[in-house]
């Protein structure tokens, strides 16, 4: 069964590789949505797919891939949309 989950994610996760990390592993599970960078400095990105590899998704914002430094991340459920493909925006 499908799920969505919205996040946002708080601390030193621009100019990182943030984005990039959240695609690259996106697309290896299979999971749709999108990611990006917003004016407050914080990441956000949409997840929907199954619920484990959307679980494991956002496991990897909380740890922030590689050189990120995540405070906190906000994380809301969302009704599927039925969304397909990964693009970081």
């Known amino acids: 069964m499908a799920v969505r ?3 946002t994610a708080h601390g030193r996760v ?5 984005r990039d990390s959240v695609r690259e592993q996106a ?3 299979g999971v749709a949505g999108w990611v ?3 004016a407050d400095g914080t990441v956000e990105a949409v997840f929907e797919g ?3 590899d959307v679980d494991a998704l956002v496991a990897l914002c909380r740890g ?3 050189d990120a430094e995540v405070s ?3 994380v809301g459920e969302e009704e599927p949309e039925g969304l397909g493909g990964f693009e970081v925006r």
């Open 27 to 29: 697309e290896r599970r």
């Open 36 to 38: 990006r960078n917003t």
């Open 14 to 18: 621009q100019g990182v590789f943030f």
């Open 5 to 7: 989950r919205r996040i």
């Open 72 to 74: 906190r991340v906000d």
């Open 64 to 66: 922030g891939p590689g």
């Open 50 to 52: 199954e619920a484990a």
